[in-house]
């Protein structure tokens, strides 16, 4: 009570204080003093605790009012020396505009990258200056801002080209250089820089402050209160559901406000969470940190008195204030950092600028927020204290790191974030690294976090505790800083760059040295690993590390010297590293082919081995680079080359590659996944370039200074193949038929992978530097191999290549050559083509490729090559020369262990049987046969003359072995094998082989110059051998052609003989066939004279038909009889919004609703579809009982939802999975009688009323007396031949009588949301009204599709009607029959005015067909009681044409004023209309009175009435159809003129729809002025209720904008609702009424039937009665919802240039609206297929199930 007194006496003090309060008398006050610090301390120690901090709730408003005026009026005046408002003006008038725009983005909003122009992707501009720049018409990255960034524009160093855009192009006249300070006075100067440092001090004072209980000094209040705060503050390590219990428990608050409380605490950073005296407060303090030190650190509470937080919140007031200060001039920007970068009276370090820095980590999230706004808009806005600022950074950058280290909060939060402001801008990079040894820094930095070692000093990242992983995961934030040092490499280099670069590379290999070796693995023998080793943290720092090492590499590609240098540092650390290894070792020799050498034991399979070799392969990096720049050609002096042991640069490359060749073979299994994952990501593309790409670039570097011999040598012995190809006799494969085949298999393996690293490092050449090609090639071939595989899409592509440090992969520059691109239709995505021409660059063993893709690629492209009939061999491309470093490598290919090893592989395989040879080892063999002879080839052609040409390889393969084994020459081998019957499959490759050898000896005997004869011959033989080969293959041909012909002929003749066996069957089957095609005439009309009629006493009968159907379930046949087994189809009955036009309606009440009448605005509807398939009744109950067995089984089971509410009744059709809910009776038509007794309208209308009043007496008889003035009516006779109490026989047998019951109850439960009650007088009511909302639905998708009437529906709709019209007219049967009569006379009595019912609705406020659709099927509970051969017929024809000019009457009423158009001359039979119009609607003006407007014109009345009418027209022809089954005209199964004369002939109504009216009019004339008098169309008409005209626009989901960046900056200005001005997390905008709702998050959680559910699940009952479509902004993707626990994501309509959506905008390219798209989600909408939709995707998707939609 105490606190709720002080609230309510402060005010007024304060009032007296604030009206003797003069702001301009205190700032001349202060502008005599001379200590203005100790002045203004006094102030605000007086003032501020009177306006903050005075009870519980803050009321931000009136505190920031007061503020305003007490506190920073006066020092708006001393600054300005006058009145702050002209003073300010003036200031900004003096101001150059900053040429950077500096905007700071908020959470969310749209920021915009040029991917041709930004110097790297941190440069971004904001939406404004984005539309007003050079770069809208380039390739730009498009993505949604974290918060926190600015925008770039204006900012030379950002853009290659275009730095500004039109609102920031600096103007010529500018001198850009003068000092801002020019345009003040020096008195203005010297206020401006007292001002500001008493304000900074203070704030900085005030948010550093660490005492919870005093001030600072000069700060104390007056007089102090014993009132306290209870602060809880925010961590990242409690989740907010612990938050929320813990309040609770705490300060006894609702869970709302603990909502309240959390979100607050997560945004602000602080919130309190009680007021009172300290002991109340400190209570709530212990409960707080007692609840929440179980698991882990418990929340941070503080008890602070109120003054310390009062001044508090003025102190960020006071930062807020100065930054929107500064931004009146550049001069006042300046002059605060120079007052923040000043130094203190301690020296090193104590500037405030520094003192805020330093204590960054000790402050809440919303105080840090609030000073780095304030940085980055003044000192990160002013290029020279930039600078300066960016010094003191990197001075205090260890610190600053290692607060962040320990600090849980995310980066975002952390000063250390504005370092992408500074380091990303390359001159100030360059300074920092030349004067702060930024680099090194940074590096030294890093390696002193990660602490663990071995004893070897390498990285140990096993038994990681999860504070160490935190805190690794933290630490990689400054590789991210080192990348943006290193992101724009220097073009000239001082002496002292060099120093500082050379100094950061020797830290850097420091590191890279601890990571040498890491992680080692020991093959598992024996017993499988018991627990997976740690191996992630490893490849995270490789990953992490990728892109700077090759950085380094380029910017040591810049300059020569640095190069050098480098070169020397890393080999010296390699053999530093090596040093350690070499001991212990056996040498040995290896021999063979009369070659040998010397090398060490070590076997992969047995010692340890390492995946990670990073100074090897920065070494390969930079040895490449050596001959790229030619450095090794120029400066041989200055390098080490000549010291360089080759076998020990290969000894640990070769390990590895090894390792995955051993791992591949499977004689790693035991070592469990983490082994296979490793070797998963050595390949991968996000590695390979620094992993498995330099290790072959180091294997090539070392065989190139190497004798190839030798360096087989050493390979054949790591891959533990030496001795199979060393022993002599190896040709003839030592005897081993007791060897194990899983070794045999293994071997070969190892075979198979051996060769194909010789391939590849002969074969190799693409990267600049090895082979002599362009740095585009390797990219051109990359994508070509991906291609080859089949054609994919832009992102897949992206994804297979390597991204360089800009995220870029230089794809488009080069896509074009190689591909062609395909677009893609309304689903799937656009494709790249391989151009045909590329197809001969295909290298089946391209080093790139996994297994899978390799056959994958080879399938594809033999299939190729047989259809534009080419032979199927694949033969090694031709490849570029290699560089002079390299050129030795060819020479593998013709050296004699290569030899040696080829003719064996060759020799064994002509032995077929022997298992020690694969096929895949041979291929491998002929590829590499094929590489030596293309090689040969070139060197001829390129040659100028014969002795240039060092190789030879054909020479060698045709020389046979030694003496003493006497082996067969390769050439002779391949001869031998070219027709073996087992190498079919080879037979091509080999025939290319032997016609290139033949090629070459040509080339070879030409240049020779021998005698041209020979050169003929050999020609002549040469051709002879292609005769005969196209010979032999015609040959082949004609026998396959032959042995087709025959087995058809085979098959013919079995065919002929099972027909002539069971004769009678397909007699029989004939017959039918003829029977179907005689009952499909049947929709033509009867007799050709008599027009088709569907409605009254002229309706044409079709004939009597069986309808014969097919139980899907036990495949039965069952004819559809009324006293037959019920058959019943699948349905799903669903609440339906899609054609309201009035979403505000409130939903109504169930329990009281009655909904016998529908508004014509249709808010809420009952839709019913199905998927067409039809069950016995009891085939279906079996199934469902089962399917809700199994249900409750899984419930025990697991506990997760299906894509299914069996609760609700929901099962799956059995047949194509469709959700369903109920099923539908299928009902044989109803026969009209065809009676004699047809009444004029004016009998109708007496003998109705008669039989309804005999219905009223009848009825008052059945209640309970209970009233007095009963009888006092007298008894009205019934017609003699209308007996009341007549109860007819129920024609339908039990089971359909229990479907009936079934269908209505379901239509019921659903249609009003409530349980079901078979007795419910409403149950009829529902059926019909469905029935009419689903024709209406049909019939408005029929026009939105442009399609006709009839005919163009499929099937399962058209049995869908049937079934509803049908069931319609029997469910009476199955109600109470007095009940249904009581319906019709209510139905009626809109119609013809009847003094027994009260309260009938206004004609305006009835929608027709629901009212003729109703009235007509309730008609047989009447007719049932009449006999009198009353044709049920005539009366539907009176119930429609009276209904029609209901409906007539209502348009003119709702017609409004005429459009002025041009009259169109009519022609005679309109003129009749429109007269006909202008009557009726001047009758109507009678009646109305001054509502209605006066209409001249005719045809103007005429053309509202056809329009308006026509959709009713329809629905009624729909109708009728349906539940007669009268054939339709052919005119309506066609769009074509002349409809609407057909449409009314078909519905039996004059094509003068006003005849209808005039014809009867002394009849009609008392009906409509009834109409018209209801006080209810005054009413309307007026403005009273929703008025709908007619006809009714079909809806459309909201209409996007072209470009997707205007919707997210329309998301990204969207704030939640609830949260105070908030950004919402995820905004997600409903496509069905265009509301931008805050969705997943807790603040907008409301509550629904009892459970708490999200903002669009909410939403969706609202405006979709269950039913949800939406765009989620942030995540560019759709989501569909239904009901609470239904929901799955669908892909947005809209696409990037390469006809590819982005969920979740990862990519970033431009986005634009693809309309097909979008019309099919409306499509979709439209025909209340979403929930069926969900269905599938749930069923297809099990993770979709677990989702909790209800929280979206």
């Not at 101001?95 to 908020?106: D, E, I, T, W, Y």
């Not at 962040?404 to 402001?421: A, G, I």
């Not at 005698?1011 to 293959?1033: H, I, L, M, N, P």
């Amino acid at each position: 009570m105490a606190a709720a007194e002080s609230d309510r006496e402060v005010p007024s003090a304060l009032c007296t204080e604030f009206l003797n309060f003069s702001v301009k008398d205190t700032a001349s006050k202060w502008l005599q003093v001379t200590d203005l610090y100790k002045e203004v301390y006094h102030h605000l120690a007086r003032y501020v605790p009177k306006i903050y901090c005075l009870g519980p709730n803050l009321n931000p408003q009136s505190e920031d009012l007061l503020a305003q005026m007490l506190l920073q009026a006066p020092l708006e005046w001393y600054l300005c020396g006058e009145d702050p408002s002209t003073g300010l003006a003036k200031l900004e008038q003096n101001n150059q505009p900053s040429q950077l725009c500096g905007h700071v983005f908020k959470v969310g909003e749209p920021t915009y990258s040029c991917r041709e122009c930004a110097a790297d992707p941190t440069c971004v501009l904001c939406m404004q200056c984005f539309l007003g720049s050079v770069h809208k018409e380039h390739r730009y990255r498009m993505t949604t801002s974290g918060g926190g960034g600015f925008c770039d524009c204006g900012d030379t160093e950002a853009w290659k080209k275009g730095p500004y855009c039109q609102k920031h192009e600096p103007n010529i006249s500018d001198s850009c250089q003068e000092d801002p300070l020019a345009h003040l006075s020096t008195d203005m100067i010297a206020r401006c820089y007292n001002v500001f440092s008493v304000v900074l001090k203070y704030a900085v004072d005030m948010l550093t402050w660490d005492k919870e209980d005093e001030l600072p000094l000069g700060l104390e209040p007056p007089d102090r209160s014993d009132t306290y705060y209870c602060m809880l503050f925010n961590d990242e390590v409690h989740t907010y559901e612990q938050v929320i219990y813990t309040l609770q428990k705490a300060v006894n608050c609702t869970q709302k406000e603990a909502v309240s409380f959390a979100t607050t605490v997560d945004r602000d950073g602080r919130k309190s969470v009680r007021f009172g005296d300290f002991a109340f407060c400190e209570l709530a303090k212990s409960v707080i940190v007692r609840n929440t030190s179980r698991q882990s650190k418990p929340l941070r509470v503080q008890v602070m008195h109120s003054s310390v937080v009062a001044h508090q919140c003025f102190a960020l007031k006071a930062l807020h204030w100065l930054g929107h200060v500064i931004g009146y001039s550049d001069a006042l920007r300046r002059i605060l950092c120079q007052v923040g970068l000043e130094r203190g009276p301690e020296g090193e370090n104590s500037s405030l600028v520094d003192t805020l820095m330093l204590c960054d980590s000790k402050m809440w999230k919303g105080a840090r927020n609030v000073y780095h706004q304030l940085f980055m808009s003044s000192l990160l806005m002013d290029l020279k204290y930039k600078k300066l600022f960016a010094i003191q950074f990197a001075k205090n950058y260890e610190r600053l790191q290692s607060d962040y280290v320990k600090d849980d909060h995310d980066r975002e939060f952390s000063v250390t974030d504005l370092s992408v402001q500074m380091f990303t801008v390359p001159s100030l990079a360059r300074m920092l690294i030349t004067e702060e040894n930024l680099m090194t820094t940074i590096i030294r930095t890093f390696v002193d976090h990660l602490r663990h070692r071995d004893l070897q000093g390498r990285f140990q990242f096993e038994r990681y505790t999860a504070q160490q992983a935190f805190k690794f995961r933290r630490v990689q934030s400054l590789i991210g800083d080192l990348k943006y040092v290193l992101i724009s490499r220097p073009t000239e280099w001082s002496d002292q760059l060099r120093e500082k670069f050379l100094e950061g590379l020797d830290t850097f290999l420091e590191l890279l040295k601890c990571m040498q070796g890491m992680d080692p693995v020991v093959r598992q023998v024996g017993q499988h690993i018991e627990m997976e080793p740690e191996w992630e943290a490893a490849f995270t720092l490789q990953m992490k590390l990728t892109h700077i090492i090759s950085m380094i590499q380029e910017w040591c590609a810049t300059d020569e010297r640095v190069l050098i240098e480098a070169y020397k540092k890393c080999l010296t650390a390699l053999t530093h590293c090596h040093s350690g290894f070499a001991d212990g070792e056996q040498p040995i020799t290896l021999s063979m082919c009369g070659h040998s050498v010397d090398t060490i034991r070590y076997c992969v399979s047995q010692e340890k081995v390492s995946i990670h070799l990073p100074v090897s392969r920065l070494l390969a990096g930079l040895h490449v680079l050596l001959s790229k720049m030619e450095v090794a050609y120029r400066f041989p002096e200055q390098l080490p080359l000549s010291e360089l042991s080759p076998p020990m640069l290969i000894e640990h490359p070769l390990r590895c590659l090894v390792l995955c060749a051993q791992v591949h073979t499977g004689m790693w299994r035991r070592n469990g996944f983490s082994l296979v994952n490793q070797i998963y990501y050595y390949h991968n593309v996000k590695c390979r370039v620094e992993m498995f790409d330099k290790d072959l670039i180091m294997l090539q570097a070392g065989a190139s200074m190497m004798d190839p011999n030798h360096f087989l040598m050493i390979v054949l012995s790591r891959f533990e193949l030496y001795h199979i190809f060393s022993s002599a006799d190896c040709r003839k494969r030592y005897n081993r038929e007791n060897a194990n085949k899983d070794v045999v298999q293994q071997n070969n393996t190892l075979t198979e992978e051996m060769l194909h690293l010789i391939m590849m490092v002969v074969g190799e050449r693409f990267e600049a530097g090895i082979g002599q090609v362009e740095g585009c090639d390797e990219i051109k071939r990359e994508i070509l191999h991906q291609l080859c595989i089949r054609p994919m899409a832009h992102s897949e592509l992206v994804k297979a290549l390597p991204e360089n440090e800009n995220k870029e992969t230089g794809m488009e520059r080069v896509i074009d050559c190689v591909a062609s691109f395909k677009k893609p239709g309304v689903t799937g995505r656009g494709l790249y083509e391989l151009r045909p021409e590329c197809a001969k660059q295909f290298n089946l063993y391209f080093h790139h490729y996994s297994r899978a893709d390799q056959s994958k690629a080879e399938e594809a492209q033999r299939k190729l090559k047989r259809q534009n009939g080419e032979d199927t061999a694949l033969p090694p491309p031709v490849l570029p020369p290699f560089c002079p470093l390299f050129a030795s490598l060819v020479n593998i290919l013709q050296c004699d262990v290569l030899l040696g090893m080829l003719g064996a592989v060759l020799q064994w395989a002509v032995e077929p049987s022997a298992g020690h040879w694969s096929e895949s080892m041979l291929q491998r063999v002929l590829h590499l046969i094929g590489m030596a002879l293309l090689e040969e080839q070139q060197q001829l052609e390129n040659s100028s003359e014969d002795n240039d040409v060092y190789f030879n390889f054909t020479l060698k393969m045709s020389r046979p072995g030694e003496a003493p084994s006497n082996t067969a020459s390769v050439l002779a081998l391949l001869e031998n094998l070219q027709n073996a019957p087992h190498l079919e499959v080879h037979e091509g490759m080999i025939r290319w082989l032997l016609k290139t050898v033949a090629g070459i000896k040509m080339m070879r005997e030409r240049s020779a110059s021998t005698s041209t004869v020979t050169t003929s011959g050999s020609r002549g033989q040469e051709e002879t051998a292609c005769d005969k080969d196209k010979e032999e293959r015609k040959r082949k041909a004609e026998m396959a052609r032959l042995r087709r012909e025959k087995v058809m002929a085979q098959m013919s003749e079995m065919q002929r003989h099972f027909i002539n066996e069971n004769k009678e069957l397909f007699q029989q089957s004939l017959e039918e066939l003829d029977a179907s095609t005689s009952t499909s005439l049947e929709h033509s009309p009867v007799s050709s004279d008599a027009a088709l009629a569907c409605v009254g006493p002229r309706r044409s009968r079709p004939r009597e038909k069986r309808q014969v159907v097919t139980c899907i379930l036990c495949q039965e046949e069952q004819e559809i009889r009324a006293d037959g087994k019920a058959m019943v189809l699948a349905a799903f009955v669903q609440r339906s919004t899609v054609m309201s036009k009035n979403r505000t309606r409130p939903p109504h009440d169930p329990k009281h609703y009655d909904p016998l009448f529908m508004h014509p605005d249709l808010s809420f509807g009952t839709h019913t579809g199905s998927c067409g398939h039809i069950m016995h009744s009891h085939c279906w109950q079996r199934y469902f009982e089962a399917v809700q067995a199994k249900e409750q089984r899984r419930q025990q089971r697991l506990r997760v939802h299906t894509s299914y509410d069996v609760g609700n009744g929901e099962f799956l059709c059995p047949l194509c999975e469709c959700l369903s809910n109920t099923v539908i009776p299928l009902l044989p038509r109803t026969m009209g009688s065809s009676s004699c007794e047809q009444p004029g309208l004016g009998q109708w209308l007496k003998t109705s009323g008669q039989q309804i009043k005999a219905m009223h007496s009848a009825h008052r008889k059945l209640q309970p007396v209970s009233t007095v003035e009963e009888t006092v009516e007298e008894e009205c006779p019934a017609p003699e031949v209308f007996t009341v109490d007549y109860i007819p026989t129920n024609p339908y047998s039990s089971t359909i009588k229990e479907m009936l019951a079934t269908f209505g109850t379901a239509t019921y439960k659903v249609g009003l949301k409530v349980h079901p009650n078979e007795q419910d007088p409403r149950i009829p009511i529902m059926c019909w009204s469905s029935c009419a909302y689903t024709i209406q639905s049909i019939e408005r998708l029929l026009v939105d599709e442009k399609k006709p009437l009839f005919g163009s529906l499929p099937c399962r709709q058209d049995d869908c009607l049937s079934s509803l019209a049908r069931f319609g007219s029997a469910c009476w049967t199955a109600a109470c029959q007095p009940t249904v009569q009581g319906h019709f006379i209510r139905l009626l009595a809109a119609l013809i005015p009847d003094p027994q019912v009260e309260a009938s609705p206004c004609i305006l406020d009835v929608d027709m067909l629901h009212l003729l659709v109703s009235v007509v099927l309730s008609y047989g509970s009447v007719h049932s009681q009449d006999s009198s051969g009353l044709s049920v017929d005539a009366v539907q024809l009176h119930l429609f044409h009276l209904i029609t000019v209901a409906h007539m009457v209502q348009i003119l009423l709702t017609s409004g004023p005429e459009e002025v158009t041009m009259e169109q001359e009519s022609g005679e039979a309109e003129r009749g209309e429109e007269e006909g119009a202008c009557r009726l609607y001047n009758t109507l003006r009678t009646h109305v009175g001054s509502s209605l407007p006066e209409v001249g014109s005719g045809w103007h009345l005429w053309r509202c009435v056809k329009t308006g009418i026509l959709p009713y027209l329809r629905g009624a022809a729909l109708f009728f159809h349906h539940l007669h089954g009268v054939p339709a005209p052919p005119e309506l199964h066609a769009l074509c003129p002349g409809q609407w004369e057909v449409l009314c002939g078909y519905l039996s109504l004059p094509s003068n729809l006003l005849q209808l009216f005039h014809g009867q009019q002394e009849l009609l004339e008392p009906l409509l002025h009834g109409w018209c008098t209801h006080p209810g169309i005054q009413q309307t008409l007026q403005g009273g209720g929703v008025l709908v005209s007619f006809p009714r626009e079909s809806n459309s989901l909201v209409d996007l904008p072209d470009d997707y960046s205007a919707l997210i900056n329309q998301a990204s200005s969207f704030t939640c609702p609830k949260s105070g001005g908030d950004k919402s997390r995820a905004p997600t905008l409903c496509l069905v009424c265009g509301s931008m709702l805050c969705s997943q998050s807790y603040c907008c959680q409301t509550e629904l039937e009892g459970e708490d559910v999200g903002a669009c699940t909410a939403h969706t009952f609202a405006c979709g009665a269950g039913v949800g479509i939406f765009l989620r902004v942030r995540e560019s993707q759709v989501l569909f919802l239904a009901g609470k626990t239904k929901g799955c994501f669908y892909a947005p309509p809209y696409l990037d240039d390469y006809g590819e959506t982005d969920q979740g905008l990862r990519r970033g390219n431009p986005l634009h609206l693809c309309h097909e798209r979008y019309r099919k989600i409306q499509k979709l909408w439209r025909q209340h297929n979403i929930t069926e939709e969900i269905g599938h995707a749930q069923e297809a998707n099990q993770t979709l199930v677990g989702i909790d939609w209800q929280h979206l």
